[in-house]
């Protein structure tokens, strides 16, 4: 029971990417879905959420504007569509669930994928 990352890249800075979360072996239903990203030696940090009826959403400060979630019940899948990408959101970027509305704690979610490694060059 695990998120499948995909959709990460070598993009030029201002270029865009869009990630895909796939749900393995449990329906996302009920499930609000973060995205995460963790740099070098760096924390790993909330990026943006969608909450389980995706009706709401979040977005760290840094990313809002350019990067938009959004989910597709049916397909059991969430996106993450990230545009004017820059150096700094270079990093690997994780999904997880947490139950219904989007948390701060991020221990509070769980089936975190392997991640895919977004690279933007200047």
């Known amino acids: 029971l695990q998120f499948v990352e995909s959709g990460g890249g070598l993009v030029q800075s201002g270029g865009s990417l869009r990630l895909s979360c796939a749900a393995s072996g449990f329906s996302l239903e009920y499930s609000a879905i973060g995205w995460f990203r963790q740099a070098p030696g760096k924390e790993r940090e909330g990026v943006a959420c969608i909450t389980a009826s995706g009706g709401d959403t979040e977005y760290v400060d840094s990313v809002k504007g350019r990067f938009t979630i959004s989910r597709d019940n049916p397909k059991n899948s969430v996106y993450l569509e990230m545009n004017s990408l820059k150096p700094e959101d270079t990093a690997v970027y994780y999904c997880?669930?947490?139950?219904?509305?989007?948390?701060?704690?991020?221990?509070?979610?769980?089936?975190w994928g392997q991640g895919t490694q977004v690279t933007v060059s200047s």
């Open positions: 997880a669930a947490t139950n219904i509305f989007c948390r701060s704690d991020q221990d509070k979610y769980g089936y």
